[in-house]
């Protein structure tokens, strides 16, 4: 139950919102940073060697898959910052069960219980 007194006593839910948000403002950040077009004249090549214009190239597509897996995180705390709201933190958006408050401490964004996570994998 989302508003469970006993909840409540073992998660401060304006320091999750706090450390939440911060978190989301860090990874707007460095998502800003990965996806930042190379500087003009910073020319990619794909030639027959290996060379700096092909590092760079491999580099961007590490930074692009990094920046993707940034915005799935981005989604799981966007996500629990809307259950703060809604008041349903703590309550899996799968079954509905209570999430226990270890697993929220552990993992703040979480939105799942660890079966349905494990279910969705």
């Not at 998660?11 to 919102?17: F, P, Y």
């Not at 500087?39 to 092909?54: C, D, N, Q, S, V």
């Not at 709201?85 to 964004?109: F, H, K, V, W």
Request: aromatic fraction near 2%; charged fraction near 25%.
């Amino acid at each position: 139950m989302p508003n469970d007194p006993s909840r409540s006593n073992q998660l401060d839910l304006e320091q999750v919102r706090r450390d939440l948000t911060t978190e989301l403002e860090e990874i707007d950040s460095e998502i800003a940073t990965l996806t930042k077009p190379p500087e003009t004249g910073a020319a990619l090549a794909f030639g027959k060697r290996i060379g700096e214009g092909t590092s760079e190239a491999i580099s961007r597509f590490t930074d692009v898959g990094t920046a993707n897996n940034l915005q799935a995180i981005k989604l799981r705390i966007e996500r629990a910052l809307l259950k703060l709201d809604e008041g349903s933190y703590g309550t899996c958006d799968n079954c509905g069960a209570e999430i226990p408050a270890g697993r929220l401490q552990a993992a703040p964004s979480s939105a799942l219980c660890i079966e349905c996570a494990r279910a969705a994998r």
